[in-house]
């Protein structure tokens, strides 16, 4: 909206009393509601700086060491196999140690240790069949070498015909 250079006195008054009404109402309200909102600000100042304070949890006293627990002998290397406990077998000592070598980043500690167990056929690894996938093969041995041709027997230049959709059959294509 453009600014009205050609004001006269009327409109000079009717701005001026416009904005001593204004001003009176900003007054009025202020006396009425002014104190009851400081009050509130002053609660929320207060709420904010105590929320500023860090809490401080109690200090507990630590607790009596425990005695270490009595490990139980090891048993002799035969013998392990004899107790069966879970479904898989016991992992081998020097692939378990492969977990503690290196970075599985670099292809060492935990992917090593896992390409070693993937390596291993599943009668290796498990007492039993625990899925019912697994019994499909199970115990079947190595696999038999398969024979694979050097080169295929056919080979197929186009996916298209090479005659056209509507033309009439070569008797050269037709299978009999």
């Known amino acids: 909206m453009a600014r009205q250079l050609n004001v006269d006195t009327l409109q000079q008054d009717f701005w001026k009393e416009e904005y001593l009404k204004e001003l009176m109402l900003r007054f009025r309200w202020h006396q009425r509601y002014g104190a009851s909102v400081k009050a509130r600000q002053e609660q929320l100042r207060q709420r904010r700086q105590a929320t500023k304070v860090p809490l401080k949890l109690p200090v507990l006293p630590s607790p009596a060491p425990v005695p270490p627990a009595e490990q139980p002998p090891e048993e002799p290397a035969g013998t392990a196999g004899c107790t069966q406990e879970g479904e898989m077998k016991p992992v081998a000592p ?5 977990l503690y070598q290196g970075v599985s980043q670099d292809g060492e500690g935990r992917r090593r240790y896992l390409t ?5 056929a ?3 690894k498990y007492y039993t069949p625990v899925t019912t996938n697994f019994v499909y093969g199970w115990q079947m041995g190595e696999p038999g ?8 027997k056919c080979r197929i230049e186009s996916f298209f015909r090479k005659n ?3 033309s009439l059959l070569d008797p050269r294509d037709v299978a009999m």
């Open 145 to 152: 070498k398969v024979y694979v041709p050097p080169s295929p």
């Open 164 to 166: 056209g959709a509507f």
């Open 122 to 124: 599943p009668e290796e």
């Open 94 to 98: 020097e692939v378990r140690q492969l």
């Open 116 to 120: 070693r167990r993937t390596a291993c």
